[in-house]
């Protein structure tokens, strides 16, 4: 209590000073004529209390007393309560009225209880513009404990997300309208939740600006290369932003601008070349909103072009080159196109849709194309010298074609020794193939099954029906010649199951056995002594050059081997009785290099053959014949000749022995042909303990 009077004390010398009456006591009574209340902001307007019986009477706000002013203060009227009060803190204040008499007692009121709310400042941006229906606002709250709400005046064809309705209630939140191109007021309210009072209101003013539209027209060229316009739809936007490739790609030729600086019209082209190019547009209006991307593809026309119907290129040399062309290409309607032979050479037949020129040589010849558009192109004819040559056919056996990839065929060229394979392929259906040669001149053909074929008993066989090269037929091809041809494959010659096996090895240059030189795929061949066509079994070399045959019954063979191109000088004799007989080291030895003697295959270890050797030279002629052959032969010296021709049974037809005793060519004419049926037959000559065989066909 006495800290009270203190404070009342203290407050009656700061407020204002009432005047004092001295007398005796009197009845006082102080009693509040306002109720407890709040207000919106520092100052509230009508406190009132009335004081009976006092001399003096004033207000004390017993929360904040040193900050709250009181403004109705008169010394003329000291018992007057009616006041006025502002004070400097928020929230709640405790008010008594005090009175007191003529000998300083005092008398104190009930108490007074106001609540002070702070006004709310709510902030959003005062305008802005949408590019659209939608706007995203944002606002700001003053005061942590208010709430808020959106809202608007003109709230007809307005809604906010955060709702659905014409009320907003997220602080972030989207207002969209219906119809743009229109302003709108849109209110941000922030106020107390528990008394819904003391509700400030701001607002901010959205233009809903309309959306440019970026499409735009396009009108191509009817010629590659031309000029492309494009235009864009609407033409009064403020900026257009065009894409029309990379730079270097296009050239600008004209452009078109508005009042407003936009460029709206382009005439372009392209210069690289290619066959389309994307164009993209972005526009702006002057709300400063822009239009989604537009894109749209320019497509070139494709050049004027020959389309080549035929071409034929010449012989080196020679001017038999020709061509037949028509024009193409460019935009529709693809109709007939202009063709012009602009070199004077060749003779030139123009057809309605074509022409076509002959008698050309190697070269580079330009030809005119313009069409329906009158766009014109230039385009070259290319003629360059042409060996080519064709040869097709097909494999037989016995008649019947093999089946498809059962076999393959090699081409090759008697000019390029040592198998040197110009061409092979797999034969197709029906045993069908076509080889090719950039080379003209003398070809052989040798057909060989594939691993695994279906066909064990069929030989390497090289045209015409021979299984050594240098026997095989050669046909001579000139400059684009073609050639089809039926290339009958050999069988094996049917033979016993025996016990006697030969191996040996096959290698470059030397006698002895050189295992770093082997050669691999070296065809080997066991046939009958007295008749090299008859084949009995046939292997090749693996990859170190070896060979091995075995079952071979008790008789008389001569083994040879082939290589392409490869002449086979000696071959081997030998015999397998009827008890096992094994057989090695019967090689061959392949010079290529001159190094042993001379070129060619040569057999070595066991018992060979010499076919052809220095110091000795035979041909012979006619081959094929009908009535007679002629032989003529010369040795470096005078020996002992045996001369036989052996039909394809061994059958000797005839034999002459005797000395040759001339070192100069010797003719001999054997008349014995004209009474022997057509086929095959063999001339045996042998001297010196060497003997040379050469295959004579008779014809009728």
């Not at 904040?64 to 204040?93: E, I, K, M, Q």
């Not at 014409?166 to 229109?182: A, E, F, H, S």
């Not at 110009?422 to 057909?447: E, P, V």
């Not at 045959?549 to 000088?569: H, K, N, R």
């Amino acid at each position: 209590m006495k800290k009270l009077l203190f404070t009342l004390l203290v407050l009656i010398s700061i407020t204002c000073i009432s005047q004092t009456h001295h007398g005796t006591n009197k009845e006082v009574s102080v009693t509040l004529t306002t109720w407890d209340d709040w207000v919106c902001g520092p100052k509230y307007f009508a406190i009132d209390a009335s004081a009976i019986g006092a001399d003096t009477a004033y207000w004390v706000d017993l929360t904040d007393p040193v900050g709250t002013t009181f403004y109705s203060c008169n010394p003329a009227d000291p018992t007057n309560l009616h006041d006025s009060v502002h004070v400097t803190t928020w929230g709640y204040h405790q008010f008594i009225a005090v009175a007191e008499d003529n000998i300083g007692t005092l008398y104190f009121s009930d108490t007074l209880t106001i609540k002070f709310y702070k006004w709310p400042e709510p902030y959003v941006q005062s305008n802005d513009t949408a590019c659209g229906n939608c706007y995203a606002l944002e606002g700001t709250l003053s005061i942590d404990t208010t709430v808020f709400v959106w809202s608007s005046l003109s709230p007809s064809g307005l809604t906010f997300s955060s709702t659905g309705s014409i009320i907003g209630t997220n602080l972030i939140d989207t207002v969209c309208v219906t119809i743009i191109d229109t302003s709108r007021y849109i209110n941000f309210t922030e106020y107390y939740p528990y008394c819904n009072c003391c509700a400030v209101q701001t607002s901010i003013l959205i233009k809903f600006a309309p959306i440019p539209y970026g499409q735009y027209y396009l009108t191509s060229s009817n010629c590659t290369g031309g000029i492309h316009s494009i235009e864009a739809n609407i033409q009064t936007y403020t900026n257009y932003n065009w894409t029309f490739g990379e730079e270097g790609e296009y050239e600008i030729d004209t452009f078109l601008q508005n009042a407003f600086g936009g460029n709206y019209a382009y005439d372009i082209h392209y210069l690289d070349g290619a066959p389309w190019h994307l164009v993209d547009v972005v526009a702006t209006n002057q709300y400063l909103c822009n239009s989604s991307i537009y894109r749209d593809t320019v497509y070139e026309v494709p050049l004027n072009y020959l389309d080549i119907l035929s071409l034929s290129n010449p012989c080196p040399g020679l001017s038999n080159g020709e061509v037949m062309f028509a024009g193409n290409g460019g935009s529709s309607p693809f109709m007939h196109h202009e063709l012009n032979w602009l070199s004077g050479m060749g003779d030139v037949t123009i057809y309605e849709d074509s022409i076509h020129v002959t008698n050309l040589p190697e070269g580079e010849y330009l030809v005119e194309i313009t069409d329906f558009y009158d766009c014109v192109a230039v385009d070259t004819v290319f003629l360059s010298d042409d060996n080519h040559v064709t040869i097709t056919g097909n494999v037989e056996n016995s008649g019947v074609p093999l089946d498809e990839s059962e076999a393959f065929v090699e081409l090759f060229h008697t000019e390029y020794p040592n198998g040197h394979v110009i061409d092979s392929c797999l034969i197709t259906t029906g045993g069908f193939f076509t080889l090719n040669s950039i080379f003209t001149g003398d070809f052989y053909i040798r057909a060989s099954l594939t691993a695994g074929s279906i066909y064990p008993e069929i030989l390497p066989t090289y045209y015409s029906d021979e299984f050594l090269w240098q026997n095989a037929d050669t046909f001579h091809l000139t400059c684009q010649e073609e050639m089809n041809i039926i290339l009958e494959m050999k069988d094996l010659f049917p033979i016993s199951t025996g016990t006697g096996t030969i191996s040996g090895k096959v290698y470059y240059d030397f006698f002895e056995k050189d295992e770093t030189n082997p050669i691999s795929n070296v065809n080997i061949f066991l046939t009958k002594q007295s008749n090299i066509d008859e084949v009995y079994k046939h292997t090749f070399t693996n990859d170190t050059g070896y060979y091995l045959i075995q079952e071979i019954p008790s008789g008389e063979y001569s083994l040879l081997a082939d290589i392409p191109g490869i002449p086979l000088i000696s071959f081997h004799e030998f015999s397998i009785s009827s008890a096992d007989t094994l057989l090695e080291d019967y090689n061959f030895i392949v010079d290529t290099s001159g190094s042993v003697k001379r070129y060619g295959i040569y057999a070595s270890g066991g018992n060979f053959i010499l076919e052809n050797n220095e110091g000795f030279s035979i041909s012979t002629y006619p081959n094929p014949t009908s009535d007679f052959l002629v032989i003529e032969y010369k040795t470096e010296k005078p020996l002992q000749i045996s001369i036989s021709i052996i039909d394809g049974n061994g059958k000797i037809i005839i034999q002459q022995n005797g000395e040759n005793n001339s070192t100069d060519i010797q003719k001999l004419k054997l008349d014995v042909f004209s009474d022997l049926p057509s086929g095959i037959y063999y001339l045996t000559f042998r001297y010196d303990n060497n003997v040379f065989i050469k295959k004579i066909v008779k014809e009728k």
